[in-house]
């Protein structure tokens, strides 16, 4: 991995963005203290990102290709009811790392309520994104309610998400894969 000071300015910022707006919130850091952790002028900020949004867009888009290449490759090459384990198992395992402060997503809409901003674009996107997983698995497991199945899973890993922030990451890692086997009994399989 590159050093930051090998980083491309636009990258630089992008990683100094993603590094603060998790550990901190984003409305928490301005611009100013972006610029000058990433060591950009602020018409190198400007120039790569109009606005701060624009900045935050950038963030969780990154975060979301992220994800959705770990839940590729935790998919990649396995049964229906293989895939689901793995999936949920690479979400919990995400509650386990060092800095851990819950779901990129959920705190981001947290910090725009307002459903119509641009950012929330990018949340809902994901968000899509992950009930169209939860349900294209569900369908392959043969549930009879795909799409509620889907919709119970979200809410397992946004709760898991939360409480994970909250208490024992292990105690809610294995909590998150005891509900997904109640979710899919083994006769549905």
Same mark, same amino acid.
């Given at each position: 991995m590159k050093t930051a000071s090998e980083l491309h300015p636009k990258d630089r910022l992008l990683r100094t963005a993603s590094r603060l707006f998790y550990a901190e919130g984003i409305h928490a850091v301005g611009v100013e203290r972006l610029i000058t952790e990433a060591?950009?002028?602020r018409a190198t900020f400007y120039r790569h990102y109009p606005s701060k949004d624009d900045l935050v867009s950038a963030y969780l888009a990154t975060t979301a290709t992220g994800i959705r290449d770990a839940?590729?490759?935790?998919? !990649?090459g396995r049964s229906p009811r293989e895939a689901i384990r793995a999936v949920m198992a690479v979400l919990g395992d995400a509650t386990l790392e060092d800095g851990f402060r819950g779901c990129q997503f959920l705190n981001a809409a947290a910090e725009y309520p307002d459903r119509t901003h641009p950012v929330r674009a990018v949340i809902d996107d994901q968000r899509t994104w992950?009930? #169209?997983?939860?349900r294209e698995l569900s369908t392959g497991l043969g549930h009879s309610d795909p799409e509620h199945a889907a919709r119970v899973l979200v809410l397992l890993h946004d709760g898991a998400f939360? $409480? $994970? #922030?909250?208490? !024992?990451p292990a105690v809610v890692r294995e909590t998150l894969r005891r509900a997904v086997d109640e979710v899919f009994p083994a006769e549905e399989a």
């Open positions: 060591q950009v002028t839940v590729g490759r935790a998919r !990649d992950l009930f #169209e997983v939860f939360q $409480a $994970a #922030e909250l208490g !024992d």
